[in-house]
């Protein structure tokens, strides 16, 4: 790997994909080829596999997906195992064809299973069910890690996949129909803030735990795998903190970033999906590795650019 390596980042515009071309660039690599949705439908085989043929990378780092939280993945689901497949499938087979050596392909951590002991190590990998509410979401993410594995064991790619726990960070999705949690939060507790410190009704109990990792400390993540001297060990590699905390004590901390002075109104009777995803982190920690940014730092940042972004954000979401 050198600086004038050509770098194909699938999904550049996204929180995920635009940190990783962000960091890439700040570290000296620009060689870098993107192509927008409109440019480039992902999940058009021979559309895909002309793109990867005419720009010959060295590396494909797939970032792209569809993606969102509980509500959206249980009122989606076609969209979310049908776009995710095929995004992946043509990536990675398209990249193959083309003999890219080298690829990195970014799932989840609901990849493992809903009641797998904790923290999640790599070999829980299909030992147990999945969680319900994402199971679609899961089930491509799988595909592709396997997907990947073949191709290494069949062909002898360099192909790894990196499983990040819950991202959050700049340009994260703050719609409250399709985001995660925590950026859900962050809107939640602002606008009860300029209503008059309302109430902020949350779902679930509270209870769950849940780890965090800032998008610009996976984006070193990839870069640090990227850029690793010799074959790694492992084709399957998580990215995390290895620290969670409960649900309640996150939104607390966001209550307190936003400065809402308000009640917080948890409803029961919706689902508080996997009870606890801990990341294992140390095959990455071996490597080298290790997440910087704590999370409260993490959440002022975040806040920050939201509030920088606003009218933009507001403009995106009603013409989507």
Same mark, same amino acid.
């Given at each position: 790997?050198n600086?004038?390596?050509?770098i194909y980042?699938?999904?550049?515009r996204?929180?995920?994909?635009?940190?990783?071309?962000?960091n890439?660039?700040?570290?000296?690599y620009?060689?870098?080829i993107?192509?927008?949705?409109r440019?480039l439908d992902?999940r058009?085989?021979q559309?895909?596999d002309?793109?990867?043929k005419?720009?010959n990378?060295?590396?494909?780092?797939?970032?792209a997906?569809r993606?969102?939280?509980?509500l959206?993945n249980?009122?989606?689901?076609w969209?979310?195992?049908?776009?995710n497949l095929?995004?992946e499938?043509?990536?990675i087979n398209?990249a193959?064809?083309?003999?890219?050596?080298?690829?990195?392909? /970014?799932?989840? &951590?609901?990849?493992?299973?809903?009641?797998? *002991?904790q923290? #999640? %190590?790599?070999?829980?990998?299909?030992? =147990?069910?999945l969680e319900?509410?994402n199971?679609?979401y899961?089930?491509?993410?799988?595909?592709?890690?396997?997907?990947?594995?073949a191709?290494n064991k069949?062909?002898?790619?360099?192909?790894i996949?990196m499983?990040?726990?819950?991202l959050?960070?700049p340009r994260?999705?703050?719609?409250?129909?399709t985001?995660?949690?925590?950026?859900?939060?962050?809107r939640k507790?602002h606008?009860?803030?300029?209503?008059?410190h309302?109430?902020?009704?949350l779902?679930?109990s509270?209870t769950?735990?849940?780890?965090f990792?800032?998008?610009q400390? /996976?984006?070193? &993540?990839?870069?640090?795998v990227?850029?690793? *001297?010799?074959? #790694? %060990?492992?084709?399957?590699?998580n990215a =995390?903190?290895?620290?969670?905390?409960?649900i309640?004590?996150?939104?607390?901390t966001?209550?307190q970033?936003?400065?809402?002075k308000?009640?917080i109104?948890?409803d029961?009777s919706?689902?508080d999906?996997?009870p606890?995803?801990?990341?294992?982190?140390?095959?990455?920690?071996?490597?080298?590795?290790?997440?910087?940014i704590?999370?409260e730092?993490?959440?002022?940042?975040?806040?920050?650019?939201?509030?920088?972004?606003?009218d933009e954000?507001k403009?995106?979401?009603?013409?989507?």
């Amino acid at each position: 790997m050198n600086k004038d390596s050509k770098i194909y980042i699938a999904g550049h515009r996204g929180m995920v994909g635009s940190s990783i071309v962000e960091n890439l660039k700040d570290n000296g690599y620009n060689n870098i080829i993107t192509a927008t949705s409109r440019e480039l439908d992902l999940r058009n085989q021979q559309a895909t596999d002309g793109f990867i043929k005419e720009h010959n990378p060295d590396v494909v780092i797939i970032a792209a997906a569809r993606v969102g939280g509980i509500l959206a993945n249980n009122e989606y689901p076609w969209q979310f195992l049908y776009d995710n497949l095929m995004i992946e499938a043509n990536l990675i087979n398209a990249a193959h064809n083309n003999d890219v050596h080298d690829l990195i392909f /970014l799932g989840s &951590s609901c990849i493992y299973p809903k009641y797998a *002991e904790q923290p #999640l %190590k790599e070999e829980y990998l299909l030992t =147990g069910s999945l969680e319900p509410t994402n199971e679609w979401y899961a089930v491509a993410k799988i595909t592709g890690i396997k997907l990947c594995q073949a191709l290494n064991k069949q062909y002898g790619r360099n192909y790894i996949s990196m499983m990040p726990t819950n991202l959050y960070g700049p340009r994260d999705n703050f719609d409250l129909k399709t985001s995660h949690v925590l950026p859900a939060m962050i809107r939640k507790f602002h606008e009860a803030k300029k209503n008059g410190h309302t109430p902020v009704p949350l779902w679930g109990s509270g209870t769950p735990m849940r780890e965090f990792l800032h998008v610009q400390d /996976l984006a070193e &993540s990839v870069r640090f795998v990227m850029e690793y *001297e010799g074959k #790694l %060990k492992y084709d399957l590699i998580n990215a =995390g903190t290895g620290e969670d905390l409960t649900i309640k004590k996150l939104a607390e901390t966001v209550q307190q970033v936003a400065g809402h002075k308000g009640e917080i109104d948890w409803d029961s009777s919706k689902p508080d999906g996997t009870p606890r995803k801990l990341m294992d982190v140390s095959r990455i920690n071996e490597l080298g590795w290790k997440a910087d940014i704590g999370l409260e730092e993490g959440i002022r940042d975040t806040y920050q650019w939201f509030l920088e972004n606003l009218d933009e954000i507001k403009e995106v979401e009603i013409n989507s």
